[in-house]
């Protein structure tokens, strides 16, 4: 395994990144120097886990696609919403099989402690707004479609997407157009510009007083993702409802040669490594239903703390302070960082030349990966309009 940070190794302390860095074999941005070995591993598993993996999600996909519109021409609700719902499963959990995911452990937590792989008497009876879960990958939303099939909060892009659309408006996303949200943030200094928390707020609070038949929303609070080995601080938009949450912790098995994790590596890179890695594994934990008191209910940020305590207390994973904002600063850093390797590497001839092009390139894309990787969570079910503005 690599060491702690990898090539990046001593962070300053002015870097807050515990949340962010990766300790698996490729590290932080691809950037730990492979062995021999490995790059040989690498090779071979490209050449062949990669075309079937990808042929096979490929498959999953355009499989949820069809029945999708098959169900959009000859159904009505409410027999559609349980028709996607029974077909987003199923395709859903072929294509974590797809991926490698063949172990996935769902345990249903107690109040006491307890756990147990059987769901507690009277789960499905229980009352709630909407999820709450911690955020790692891109995979999280497979993992929770295979099993619940909830609604997320997408960017207005994903809903004209080839297949993606489609399966999206399936879901009953609500679309958040980042670029006219932005605008009404500068056109109204006050912060009157929260449509996308309202639309989520009264999406959350018809599901728990009206027994809404729309599919139940799922939120990722921390607001981007992280390596899985901590909580950071929870965005209150989640719990401006005021309404009870069902909480989720998913726990990665990181221990491997690549972690799933998606924190701190490209999009296409991480993607990529996921279809060449044999196998994985998820632990997901469904705890207590948590019901705010009335102070809760009153001060947002004290239902999303008390919630997150809750998340630590049951999961052990260790709450941190890191904030999106470290994240940037981190990213920043490492961005420096590679140009300076890349300005070293380029001072000897042609060959420095051609690294110097090569690795400009890598830092280039990591300049440019807090955007990316910033929008391609929001399609992920981030929460564009609850994350990138404080609250």
Known sequence: MAQPNGWLGQLPPEIKAKAF???????TYCN???????????????????????????????GCYIMVAIGNIFLREPFKA????????????????????WSIK????????????????????RQFGGYVSNHCSWIDIVVYMSRFFPSFVAKKDVSTL???GPISKAMQCLFVDR?????????????????????VRDRMTRKYSEGSAELPMLLFPEGTTTNNRYLMPFKRGAFVAGVPVQPLVLKYDTSGHFSPTWDAMPGHLHILLVLTEPSFRVTCNVLPLYEPS???????????ENVRQLMVKYSKLPACEDTYADKLAFFKYVVDRMRRRTEDKGQGGSKGEWVERGSAAAAGRASST??????????????????????
């Open 179 to 199: 670029e006219a949200r932005l605008a009404a943030l500068g056109a109204h200094g006050d912060g009157s510009g929260q449509g996308m928390s309202q639309l």
């Open 106 to 125: 769902w345990v249903y937590v107690n109040a006491d402690g307890t756990s147990s792989s059987k769901p507690p008497a009277g789960l499905k009876k």
């Open 82 to 101: 349980k028709y996607f719902t029974f077909w987003g499963k199923l395709w859903t959990r072929a294509l974590l099989y797809s991926l490698g995911f």
């Open 32 to 62: 730990n120097p492979l062995s021999l070995l490995a790059k040989l591993r690498l090779t071979v598993l490209s050449l062949t886990l990669f075309p079937l993996k990808f042929i096979a999600c490929l498959t999953c996909v355009t």
């Open 162 to 164: 080839p297949l993606i």
């Open 294 to 304: 009335a102070e809760e209910r009153a001060d947002p940020a004290l239902y999303a």
């Open 21 to 27: 860095v990766r300790n698996d074999v490729y590290g």
């Open 370 to 391: 807090v955007e990316v990787q910033a929008r391609a969570e929001t399609a992920c079910g981030g929460g564009d309009g609850l994350r990138q503005r404080k609250e």
